[in-house]
């Protein structure tokens, strides 16, 4: 599962599945960002851009994103702890 942002452009289906990037949905493509607790990375752009982030999630946690506007970055914290920018 991937959790974050997107923009009105990102849409399920939007992006074509393939070898790469197997998923259509937050991050994958360039109009979305997202973090994925299984995998333990970032998503934007699919694979392409992804990079290892934050820590494994479990039956429970509670993941938050936040996103700063006047900054620029976007941050994600697991049951209350900032994860550090993601972007």
């Known amino acids: 599962m991937q ?3 997107t ?6 289906g939007n ?3 393939s070898q790469d990037c197997p998923g259509d949905g937050c991050g994958d493509d360039e109009f979305s960002y997202a973090y994925d607790g299984r ?15 934050g820590n494994a999630w479990t039956a ?6 936040a996103i700063d506007m006047d900054k620029g970055e976007i941050s994600f914290y697991s049951d209350g702890k900032h994860m ?4």
């Open 7 to 12: 923009t009105l452009q990102t849409s399920p």
């Open 39 to 53: 995998r333990i990375k970032t998503w934007h752009r699919g694979f392409k851009d992804g990079y290892e982030y």
């Open 15 to 17: 992006y074509t599945a």
């Open 60 to 65: 429970g946690t509670v993941v938050g994103c």
């Open 84 to 87: 550090g920018v993601a972007w």
């Open 3 to 5: 959790i974050g942002w």
